[in-house]
């Protein structure tokens, strides 16, 4: 656990709160990262992430919307999703926004700011796309984006009134698709 890194007093009490944060875990349903430290998004290859199947939790809002789109068009363009209650999500998959899952929110960042940190993606218009996922998802205004009441207003149209996720997302990409179009100044 990350807290261990900065317990320099030696807490005796943390052989009992480790198996409470693993009981939480297991009645959570949440899995044990066995790869790199959650606390620090880390590189990994797209070549590894072709074709798979990507899982989160339903009923998406802006990161996890965001973070699938992200995924489809720049990660695995052959991606098909899962969207499911957490504690039923498949163990076949690769998690994404999901606690304690490596493709998740660490530190200051959402998903959508890990994913693009862990592929190593380095796109103007995509890092102005993930300071309005930020604003909107962490409700900081870390960055002032005032595009983000505008696109906080019409994600949470799509996902209140449409009960798919696979439908919201298919909206929500032709949206993102423009918004990406715009700030990146093509035409």
Request: glycine share 6%.
């Amino acid at each position: 656990v990350d807290i261990e890194r900065i317990d320099f007093f030696g807490e005796p009490m943390k052989k009992q709160v480790r198996s409470m944060i693993a009981r939480t875990r297991k009645q959570l349903g949440v899995r044990t990262h066995e790869g790199p430290s959650l606390s620090h998004p880390f590189r990994v290859h797209r070549k590894e992430f072709q074709a798979k199947t990507w899982a989160t939790r339903e009923h998406i809002h802006i990161d996890r919307l965001c973070s699938a789109w992200l995924i489809r068009r720049f990660i695995d363009p052959r991606a098909k999703f899962i969207f499911a209650p957490a504690d039923q999500l498949p163990r076949r998959a690769i998690l994404f926004d999901v606690f304690g899952e490596a493709f998740s929110h660490h530190g200051e960042d959402c998903t959508f700011e890990t994913l693009l940190k862990s592929f190593g993606i380095r796109d103007k218009a995509l890092s102005s796309i993930a300071q309005i996922v930020h604003d909107i998802d962490m409700k900081d205004n870390k960055f002032g984006r005032t595009e983000a009441p505008g696109v906080d207003a019409i994600v949470r149209s799509l996902s209140d009134s449409i009960n798919d996720d696979i439908k919201v997302l298919e909206i929500g990409s032709s949206l993102l698709d423009g918004l990406y179009q715009r700030l990146s100044g093509k035409k």
